[in-house]
Antibody, heavy 118, light 113 residues
Framework: EVQLVESGGGLVQPGGSLRLSCAASGFTFSGTYMHWVRQAPGKGLEWVGRIRNNANSDTTDYAASVRGRFIISRDDSKNSLYLQMNSLETEDTAMYYC?????????WGQGTLVTVSS | DIVMTQSPDSLAVSLGERATINCKSSQSILHTSNNKNWLAWYQQKPGQSPKLLISWASTRESGVPDRFSGSGSGTDFTLTISSLQAEDVAVYYCHQHYSTPQTFGQGTKLEIK
C-alpha cells in the first residue's frame, strides 16, 4: 500500500524558513517523480513543484509564486521528499501535500499545515 | 500557463439525480505522444486530502464507483456522476499535467439539494 506522510509544518514568522518532509513507502520511491501541492485555507489546489527521479538528474520545476524561495529535494536512501521554504510570506499559509506522480497525481499524503504569521 | 476553468463553482443536486461538472482548458491538452488527454479529476471530501478519480480524462481509477465517468477531449471535459449519493458531497478538481506549470481548476463544490 502506498503511504505518504508529511511532517514539519508549523507556525513561522514572515521572512522565516521551514523544511517539510514527506516519508514514502509502498512503492519504488527512487524511480518516481514527486510533487508538492498546497491549499490555502478555504481555497483550491495550487501546484508548487516537482522533482524528477535520479535517472533524470533529480531536476526540478516550480510554480512562479515560489521559484527562487522554495527548493524541492529528495533522499532516495531514506525514501524521503523535502520542501525547503525560505523567505516565507503570509500568502504561503496553506496545507502542503506531497503527491506521487504516475503522469497524474496518483497518491496524496494527508498534508502538513504551514502558518506564516507574526 | 494553461488556465483550467471549471463550471459551475457550486452545484446542488438531489439524491439519485445526475451531476455534471465541466472543465475547460485554455489550450489543447491532447498529447500527440500517446494520443491521450493529460487531464485528471480529483475528489476532495471535507477534511481529507484529494483522491484521484479519473485519469486520462476518462479512465476511472480502481475502486471508484461506476457512477463516476469522465469525457471530453482537446479543451473541453466533463465529470458526470450518474446517480448522486450522499457520500459524493465533496469538492471536485480538474488538473492538467500536460505542461509545466501544472494547473488545477478552481474547484466545484457539490452538495445535496
Amino acid at each position: 500500500e502506498v503511504q505518504l506522510v508529511e511532517s514539519g509544518g508549523g507556525l513561522v514568522q514572515p521572512g522565516g524558513s521551514l523544511r517539510l518532509s514527506c516519508a514514502a513507502s509502498g512503492f519504488t520511491f527512487s524511480g518516481t517523480y514527486m510533487h508538492w501541492v498546497r491549499q490555502a485555507p478555504g481555497k483550491g489546489l495550487e501546484w508548487v513543484g516537482r522533482i524528477r527521479n535520479n535517472a533524470n538528474s533529480d531536476t526540478t520545476d516550480y510554480a512562479a509564486s515560489v521559484r527562487g524561495r522554495f527548493i524541492i529535494s529528495r533522499d532516495d536512501s531514506k525514501n524521503s521528499l523535502y520542501l525547503q521554504m525560505n523567505s516565507l510570506e503570509t500568502e504561503d499559509t496553506a496545507m502542503y501535500y506531497c503527491a506521487r506522480e504516475n503522469y497524474f497525481l496518483e497518491n496524496w499524503g494527508q498534508g502538513t499545515l504551514v502558518t506564516v504569521s507574526s | 500557463d494553461i488556465v483550467m476553468t471549471q463550471s459551475p463553482d457550486s452545484l446542488a443536486v438531489s439524491l439519485g439525480e445526475r451531476a455534471t461538472i465541466n472543465c475547460k482548458s485554455s489550450q489543447s491538452i491532447l498529447h500527440t505522444s500517446n494520443n491521450k488527454n493529460w487531464l485528471a479529476w480529483y475528489q476532495q471530501k471535507p477534511g481529507q486530502s484529494p483522491k484521484l478519480l479519473i485519469s486520462w480524462a476518462s479512465t476511472r481509477e480502481s475502486g471508484v464507483p461506476d457512477r463516476f465517468s469522465g469525457s471530453g477531449s482537446g479543451t473541453d471535459f466533463t465529470l458526470t456522476i450518474s446517480s448522486l449519493q450522499a457520500e459524493d458531497v465533496a469538492v471536485y478538481y480538474c488538473h492538467q499535467h500536460y505542461s509545466t506549470p501544472q494547473t488545477f481548476g478552481q474547484g466545484t463544490k457539490l452538495e445535496i439539494k
